[in-house]
């Protein structure tokens, strides 16, 4: 028996999200099948991080037991022959028995992605969202500083978070313009549901003017998701990677 | 009666290229229908390139002449409403009733995008050829260099070219790495049956070591399509603007 760890890339468009849904396609059930398909076992495959429909990743990870004789390696690229274009192993590999990759120290790293411009780009329509009002980086990236550090997000999470705590630390958010685009880098060591897309959300507001950077101190401070802005779409979003930060694997 | 220029931005991936065909969806044709469902008019454009099945723009143009009452300026809006997704009308302007694209100096920009990683990225897969094999792109840039100026590129034409003459004149090639893709952009007076895509596919080769960067002087002298390389496929190249040169529109 051995347990293998995958990262996996996706364009989420065509897919209802991470997580196996009764008769919906998922990235889990895809990934599942073309493991069963390969071991002939009844493999499930086991996430680090759930991802919402329609949203991207370019490196999320996933551990599964097997007694395959076939090396960790080598499953990157037998699952690449079994899995639909727009879901990649891009690496496989052993890890100890005891590696959950949801359950050890981590910084994720997710791009929130907006094309702004006049008109959507044909070529970006699935990875970001459109908006063609005017934004001010400076100052998102200034209200961006306030959010950086540990602090109670929940004002930043979904109300149906069902996280123990709303304490999260962000190690950094970078707000740069990129050709037709605005994109909103944020790492940290954990996140609640939905934080990245309301951060997204409410960085937007700051940018078209609606309040102050300086305001995000009393968004946080009032704990209460009514005072932040609205959740960004999700096809703008992608989890960009996921650091192991300990040395269990 | 006015003449209305468009610029018009799509992704190329369910088209069967720019041209109408009977039956198949092309760009043209979902701008026929569009702009006789705003004008009521037996309307059919005519474009400045007509790009292949597969390819991809952010800024071909065509021009079309109606009697209707709307501000050339406005059909980019209107249009949009009635466009599939993956066509967007970014700019349109009224020019002169002798102004055609194809036929007044231009210089046009193309990108060749390839995918080079060990696994393809899902969220590229539509706008890149993918490749895993390691490629110098100091010598893909250095046989660059040979190719631009005024030569006769018949070596670098489809066989299938009608064109009168195939001296040509590229302005500038560059070659560059960015994030997991090598990006050939190509500038030029004018092009040739797929000209972009054999460039592309014989500095991949050079890149990869087959032949030397020195070896394009004889490639070009030869005039012989078989000397080059093959041509790239279609998903990787863009067409990134054409520049009017002359005061004409």
């Known amino acids: 028996m051995k347990r293998v760890l995958l990262k996996v890339a996706y364009d989420g468009t065509n897919y209802h999200g991470w997580q196996v849904q009764d008769g919906s396609a998922t990235i889990e059930s895809e990934l599942n099948r073309a493991i069963n398909e390969i071991t002939h076992e009844q493999i499930e495959v086991s996430g680090a991080s759930r991802t919402d429909a329609g949203v991207h990743a370019r490196g999320n990870l996933a551990v599964f037991d097997t007694n395959a004789r076939m090396p960790a390696e080598k499953f990157s690229y037998a699952l690449n022959t079994r899995l639909p274009e727009d879901i990649r192993v891009v690496e496989s590999s052993e890890v100890s028995m005891e590696f959950h990759p949801r359950f050890v120290d981590t910084e994720k790293t997710y791009m929130y992605r907006i094309c702004n411009a006049e008109f959507p780009d044909p070529l970006k329509r699935l990875y970001t969202f459109f908006s063609y009002t005017k934004y001010d980086v400076d100052k998102m990236q200034k209200a961006a500083e306030y959010l950086t550090g540990e602090h109670d997000f929940k004002s930043f999470a979904s109300i149906h978070t069902q996280a123990k705590t709303t304490v999260r630390e ?80």
């Open 170 to 249: 962000i190690t950094g958010i970078k707000v740069e313009r990129a050709d037709n685009e605005i994109q909103i880098t944020v790492k940290g060591y954990g996140f609640l549901y939905n934080m990245v897309r309301i951060i997204a959300g409410t960085l937007l507001e700051i940018g078209a003017g609606k309040y102050a950077p300086e305001s995000i101190k009393d968004i946080l401070e009032a704990c209460d998701r009514s005072k932040a802005g609205p959740t960004a779409p999700a096809q703008g979003l992608t989890l960009i990677e996921i650091k192991i930060l300990d040395g269990t694997v």
